[in-house]
């Protein structure tokens, strides 16, 4: 954050019930992230939520499903 950026590490992923995977938003946190996740999560739906860390090469890392 040296440049003035706001660093958005943490993904939430959305993953539909024909397999398509979709990034629903990134947040500076993995609590933040993991908050939208499960809100989303308890909507009902069929769709599958988690939480990854993006890696300092843009590589997806970690991850948290619901």
Do not use: C, F
């Not at 590490?9 to 993953?15: E, F, M, S, T, Y």
């Not at 398509?20 to 500076?28: D, K, M, Q």
């Not at 989303?40 to 991850?63: F, M, T």
């Amino acid at each position: 954050m040296n440049d003035g950026t706001i660093t958005l590490p943490w993904l939430v992923i959305r993953q539909d019930d024909n397999g398509n995977r979709y990034r629903v938003g990134r947040y500076a946190t993995r609590a933040e992230a993991q908050k939208i996740a499960d809100s989303l999560d308890d909507r009902g739906h069929k769709q599958l939520y988690w939480v990854e860390r993006i890696g300092p090469n843009g590589q997806h890392g970690a991850s948290t499903v619901n």
